[in-house]
């Protein structure tokens, strides 16, 4: 899966928050993400972090793309 900085993700499970929707804070082996309804931020492995993904909902362009 083709997850960036930026790019906003739903989540098959609710946050207690009631919000789906995260912002990827940084990537690579764990995934930092935060709650765009509430801010909070947790760390998860990348495998548990895709399994959760429902859909990609807003892509960030890369800027290294010529
Ligand atoms: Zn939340």
Same mark, same amino acid.
């Given at each position: 899966m083709d997850l960036n900085i930026g790019d906003i993700v739903k989540m098959k499970k609710q946050h207690?928050? %009631? %919000?789906?929707e995260w912002e990827i804070l940084r990537n690579g082996m764990d995934f930092r993400i935060k709650c765009l309804k509430c801010g909070h931020q947790l760390m998860l492995p990348r495998g548990k972090f895709e399994k959760n993904?429902?859909?990609?909902?807003r892509k960030v362009k890369k800027s290294d793309d010529n």
């Open positions: 207690p928050c %009631g %919000g789906f993904i429902k859909e990609i909902v």
